[in-house]
């Protein structure tokens, strides 16, 4: 009798404590050149309104209880699911006029991770990192092999490769092309890319238990070539969860696997006892663009707190936390 008692009461315990913890979310759609008069107000409503449509997703599972993991999941299927962004539906194009898609997610307290780069047929490639993560023993697959893994589960959604195409990306491509022609044309060195064939989608989250989990997924770069593969599948550079940190990033890939920025900021805030926003701003406001790279990162940590800095005009992006504060914002001027 006794021990039940003491069995109901440790419940109780546990759920009061869970209700009383901050969960929090905050996604990015993606950093780079992003100004206001490029952008009409109908394509920015219908890009808030998907941010919001995804902080609903993944918040509806942190305001049950349910885990961080799966709220970044969700999160960013929609996000995937979103001509407007370069991740799944919408994804850039590479050099031949294809798409290959990167993404990876990792949860903090047991850091664990998954990751798949350049795949072609998946329509969620967060969900086939997932898979790799919970599924495998491994940490990243690639191309084929991932492709090949992915054909070993029914709930993994397979599309013809054009079903990602979108006409703004193609025209993304041919100007990128023909931007290129014209620079070899002419013998002039390659075009500064500082902030213009970039976008990501990405979103960490902080659940009533008090764990962290982080999710990225991207199309990379347009016009990238060669098998290129950038920061978001790599685990530390892109994205990266520890116990009381999580980092997800969007930019010029090649400078945050030279930085790992992800890792870094969260070593930061462990090692060297920085809050949050003074390891993220140091990271990408400094170290980043120091090196010749651009992007933003969101940053989430144990106790609920939020940074999003970026060094580029604009960065899409989103939160919402239990105490009920909530935003979308694309500006810099925004908060
Ligand atoms: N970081 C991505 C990449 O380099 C692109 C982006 O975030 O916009 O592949």
Redesign the pocket.
Known sequence: MRLIALFLLSLAMTTATAQDKPTALVIHG???VIERDALSDADEAAIRADLDQALDAGNAILAKGGSALDAVTAAVVVLEESPRF?AGKGAVFNAQGRHEL?ASIMEGHTRRAGAIASVRTVRNPIRLARKVMEQSPHVMLIEDGAEAFADGFKDIERVENGWFDTDNRREQLEQAQAREKAEADAGTPAEDLRGK????V?AVALDAQGHIAVA?S????TN?KWG?????PIIGA?TYADANCGVS??????Y??RASVAHDICARVAYKGDTLQQAADEVVMKVVPELGGD?GVIALDKDGNIAMPFNTSGMYRGWVKKDGSRGTAVFRDEQ
Do not use: L, P, Q
């Open positions: 993606g950093a780079g370069n990167d064939y970039f976008g990501t990405g990225t991207t199309g990379g770069m990238k290129r593969v950038g920061d978001s892109g990033g969007t930019g010029w890939g090649e945050f696997i992007g």
